[in-house]
């Protein structure tokens, strides 16, 4: 098959379906990483008794390669996101890998599926993940020493379908995204935690995601950080141990910086939120920048500003693209190019 036949086709199907056709995998044993293979993407083998599918030691990471206008390859804030997973390999009590090892691995996917990473705005969708496969059923208050990392890749395009559109939010207060001591984590129990809120979020009231804001204090949606705009400054809740510490949420906050806008990161409440004049926006690797049009609470629907997504998002979308692609200067040392 042409490239670039498989290169625009996987771009147009649902995000993360699409396997690339290389990973790179490397085993600890008694908490020790051995040295990574580059290997077709294929089927794992797992012992039935292993601590992963029993425990839940599982965890994993998002970040994305894209392919700038000059051709180039860049991988966006790498450092980033290998602190990240080594802090939640650390919260899930499994075998932390070392730093080097783990960007080498990225990179070294990057690598290996070069020819598949799509022009923009598609980008080649990089997931780290480590699970615990010790065979032992009976492993409860133990963890796992033995572990397997893996870098899987996926040729991505729009994660919301319908490209860039405004988003609607259901904003749930009661029901907690996840467990306090995994605010912080990227572990896919919390995904599961909120599938079930997320999916009646969409049956029930047609709504895309749903906006976490246990006791009325708003977190980040299943996928996403939350940001409020207006033309002078960003609002978004500070850092704590409640929800994920996005990258794009760091990056959005820096170049607003950047911009001259001042940042408040503080608590936002539900009403504070419901009384909000300007622009709401979700920010993560895969929903990049995304304005959100509408909030459902309480059974009522509110437009957000006038329910379109609006300038200030849509030019803060554009500076991180730009960077991303390499069109626009990288001043703050975000991207790293990938070539054979
Ligand atoms: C729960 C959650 N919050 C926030 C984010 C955003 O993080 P990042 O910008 O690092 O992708 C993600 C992942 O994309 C996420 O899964």
């Known amino acids: 098959m042409a490239e670039d036949t498989a290169t625009s086709a996987s771009i147009n199907v649902a995000f993360g379906t699409v396997a690339a056709g ?56 790498l450092d980033r996101h290998v602190a990240r997973m080594r802090r939640t390999a650390d919260l899930v009590q499994l075998p932390v890998p070392p730093a080097d090892l783990l960007e080498r691995m990225i990179v ?16 080649l969708y990089l997931r780290p993940m480590l699970i615990g496969t010790d065979p032992n059923i009976g492993a ?84 996403a950080n939350f940001l409020l705009f207006d033309e002078h400054r960003v609002v978004t809740r500070a850092l704590d141990s409640s929800f994920l510490h996005g990258v794009t949420r760091d990056s959005v906050l820096t170049l607003a910086r950047d911009r001259g806008m001042a940042i408040e990161e503080r608590t936002v409440t539900v009403d504070e939120l419901l009384a909000w004049q300007g622009e709401a926006a979700l920010a993560g690797t895969a929903a990049v920048l995304s304005g959100v049009g509408t909030l459902v609470h309480g059974g009522e629907r509110r437009t957000v500003g006038d329910g379109q997504v609006g300038p200030i998002t849509l030019g803060l979308r554009e500076g991180l693209t730009a960077i991303q692609r390499g069109e626009a200067a990288d001043v703050h040392g975000w991207t790293r190019i990938v070539e054979r």
């Open 22 to 77: 290389m990973m790179v995998i490397a085993e600890a044993h008694d908490g020790v990483f051995v040295a990574p293979r580059v290997e077709p993407t294929a089927s794992f083998t797992l012992h039935p008794f292993a601590h992963c599918l029993h425990y839940g030691s599982t965890c994993f990471e998002g970040l994305k390669a894209h392919r700038g206008a000059d051709g180039a390859v860049r991988v966006f804030r």
């Open 108 to 123: 070294a996917a990057v690598e290996a599926n070069l020819d598949e990473v799509p022009d923009a705005p598609g980008a």
């Open 140 to 223: 409860a208050a133990s963890p796992s020493n033995g572990a397997l990392l893996a870098v899987v890749a996926s040729p991505v395009g729009d994660y919301f379908a319908g490209g860039v559109r405004p988003l609607s939010l259901l904003v749930e207060t009661e029901v907690p995204r996840t467990t306090p001591q995994f605010g912080e984590a990227k572990a896919g129990a919390n995904y599961l935690m909120a599938l079930g809120v997320t999916r009646r979020a969409r049956a029930e009231h047609g709504c895309d995601q749903v906006l976490f804001a246990p006791g009325g204090e708003v977190q980040e949606t299943g996928a």
